[in-house]
């Protein structure tokens, strides 16, 4: 289940991730990234705000927070699941250009080189566009906000998305004939607390 999860989830950043996964980082010859010396954030200034807390609803009863500032270039993304008997939560903290994960509980957790993702579409090179079958839907409100609504298709998963100030406020991914959505239920534009970008006492992450 929790893989399924994983896979509609990941579904909403595919084309952006495609855009900067492969890009250099500046002043360097390399396309991988070293742990060497952490790489800046890939993109500048990735919101149209500058700090702000999203919560969100996700398929199988799962909760999502979403905890950003300097418009995004250090964020928090936290998953609750609760099925009963069975119950996780996972944390990514990214920053630096690195992206920090572990559940809640463990001791251990991974590094990895983030590579930020880009929520507006139409960036995208005419390539990825055209291999996604990307559409541009125009605007639509969304509990008040004018969001900017786009169509893609991966493989038989459609999915439609709309984004406020390139921030996700909705998606919704077919797969099996069943509707997979993810939807902000708060969307707080307000500063946060910098020690939540800060990484866990008593836990050592393991680089990948």
Known sequence: MKKLLFFVLSLTF??????????????????????????????NQRYGIKSGVIFYDAPMGTKQELYFDDFGAKEVFISSIDLGMAKSKSIEIRKDGFSYSYEEGKTEGTKRAWYT?????????????????????????????????????????PIL????NNIMVKSITKMGGTDFVIEATKIQDTSVDPKIFELPAGVTFKEM
């Open 14 to 43: 595919i084309i952006a991730c495609s855009k900067t996964e492969e890009k250099k980082i500046e002043g360097s010859d390399q396309q991988t990234v070293t742990t060497q010396e952490a790489p800046k954030p890939v993109v």
């Open 117 to 157: 993702s880009d929520m507006d579409y139409s960036k995208a090179d005419s390539k990825t566009l055209e291999r996604y079958k990307v559409k541009d839907l125009g605007t639509e409100t969304i509990d008040g906000k004018e969001c900017k609504k786009f169509s893609a298709e991966f493989g038989k998963s």
């Open 161 to 164: 998305t709309w984004s406020w």
